[in-house]
């Protein structure tokens, strides 16, 4: 099956009692919506960071083995095994945590994606070349594939292509807008989404970059991915992670037929939310809304980056 773009995802106005007293113009870029394969977590961000690897494998003539990395709850690991599915493509899958099993995983099994759990000290050996020679050995061995075909796609799938490709989003929110917001807010795990939404964004806006995991080092990250002459209006927002990557409030829980917890915030004409990312996202935008943070008549625009439901 060739790859082909989803539609555009809408520019979704959310008119709450508090934007409305604030004077706030507020937006949801429901992301979630752009997906191939809905239901699934091959949608918004992650759709959009994979989608240049999936062009290109789908060009060559000998399909190649796409090897990424991730948490347990990673919605990318989830989305490539998806991908590989919808698109005949094989995939293989190492997993931080050698205890660990989910929902998650294991319909990542039902897709067909090999597996290998690594010890948290084995995991952090995923960026050393060595290593990475050594598993595209075995890796070309055990699935009898040219060791040319490994293809080794970066944890959270953040490429640079694929920063790049999660920028496009932000010319789609300009002409449904007519002119740029005043800020845009996006959640962020590895960073990718966030660097290609300021390489692509209009210096009048500011980036609003909400941190998933505690600590301060999230900028130094992005700064990392981000090319000579981008943006410099933007910062991170650290003070939402609720106690860092995969914490938040128990009372947010709500009952989910998905592979993931849905997530209630307390706040009526919100689109759906996850536990991880999104929810956490909303409840800090909200927060600064009620904290005066943006000036009467802006226009802030959030971007719902997907999530599994």
């Given at each position: 099956?060739?790859?082909?773009?989803?539609?555009?995802?809408?520019?979704?106005?959310?008119?709450?009692?508090?934007?409305?007293?604030?004077?706030?113009?507020?937006?949801?870029?429901?992301?979630?919506?752009?997906?191939?394969?809905?239901?699934?977590?091959?949608?918004?961000?992650?759709?959009?960071?994979?989608?240049?690897?999936?062009?290109?494998?789908?060009?060559?003539?000998?399909?190649?083995?796409?090897?990424?990395?991730?948490?347990?709850?990673?919605?990318?690991?989830?989305?490539?095994?998806?991908?590989?599915?919808?698109?005949?493509?094989?995939?293989?899958?190492?997993?931080?945590?050698?205890?660990?099993?989910?929902?998650?995983?294991?319909?990542?099994?039902?897709?067909?994606?090999?597996?290998?759990?690594?010890?948290?000290?084995d995991y952090r050996l995923k960026k050393q070349?060595?290593?990475?020679?050594?598993?595209?050995?075995?890796?070309?061995?055990?699935?009898?594939?040219?060791?040319?075909?490994?293809?080794?796609?970066?944890?959270?799938?953040?490429?640079?292509?694929?920063?790049?490709?999660?920028?496009?989003?932000?010319?789609?929110?300009?002409?449904?807008?007519?002119?740029?917001?005043?800020?845009?807010?996006?959640?962020?795990?590895?960073?990718?989404?966030?660097?290609?939404?300021?390489?692509?964004?209009?210096?009048?806006?500011?980036?609003?970059?909400?941190?998933?995991?505690?600590?301060?080092?999230?900028?130094?990250?992005?700064?990392?991915?981000?090319?000579?002459?981008?943006?410099?209006?933007?910062?991170?927002?650290?003070?939402?992670?609720?106690?860092?990557?995969?914490?938040?409030?128990?009372?947010?829980?709500?009952?989910?037929?998905?592979?993931?917890?849905?997530?209630?915030?307390?706040?009526?004409?919100?689109?759906?939310?996850?536990?991880?990312?999104?929810?956490?996202?909303?409840?800090?935008?909200?927060?600064?809304?009620?904290?005066?943070?943006?000036?009467?008549?802006?226009?802030?625009?959030?971007?719902?980056?997907?999530?599994?439901?």
């Amino acid at each position: 099956m060739p790859f082909v773009s989803p539609p555009q995802s809408p520019l979704q106005p959310l008119r709450l009692p508090l934007t409305k007293a604030s004077g706030i113009a507020l937006f949801c870029k429901r992301d979630d919506l752009y997906t191939p394969a809905p239901g699934t977590a091959l949608q918004g961000n992650k759709v959009r960071k994979l989608e240049p690897v999936l062009r290109a494998a789908l060009e060559v003539d000998t399909p190649p083995l796409l090897v990424s990395f991730g948490g347990a709850y990673s919605n990318h690991i989830s989305a490539l095994a998806t991908a590989g599915k919808r698109y005949g493509l094989p995939v293989h899958l190492f997993i931080r945590g050698e205890e660990v099993d989910n929902p998650l995983l294991q319909q990542a099994l039902k897709d067909g994606a090999g597996i290998t759990r690594l010890s948290r000290s084995d995991y952090r050996l995923k960026k050393q070349p060595h290593w990475l020679d050594q598993q595209r050995k075995e890796l070309a061995r055990q699935y009898d594939l040219p060791e040319g075909t490994i293809w080794y796609i970066p944890e959270g799938g953040t490429t640079v292509n694929g920063a790049r490709n999660v920028g496009e989003l932000f010319p789609e929110v300009v002409n449904d807008l007519g002119v740029p917001p005043d800020f845009l807010c996006i959640s962020a795990g590895t960073g990718g989404s966030a660097a290609g939404i300021i390489q692509a964004a209009d210096v009048k806006t500011r980036v609003e970059v909400y941190p998933a995991l505690k600590g301060d080092w999230m900028e130094a990250e992005i700064k990392q991915l981000l090319p000579a002459g981008a943006s410099t209006n933007w910062g991170c927002i650290t003070d939402y992670h609720f106690g860092g990557y995969g914490k938040f409030p128990q009372e947010w829980v709500i009952p989910s037929a998905g592979m993931a917890t849905r997530a209630d915030i307390g706040v009526e004409g919100l689109p759906p939310l996850e536990t991880v990312y999104t929810a956490k996202l909303f409840a800090g935008v909200l927060d600064r809304i009620r904290q005066g943070k943006y000036p009467a008549e802006s226009s802030v625009v959030v971007v719902h980056t997907g999530g599994i439901y």
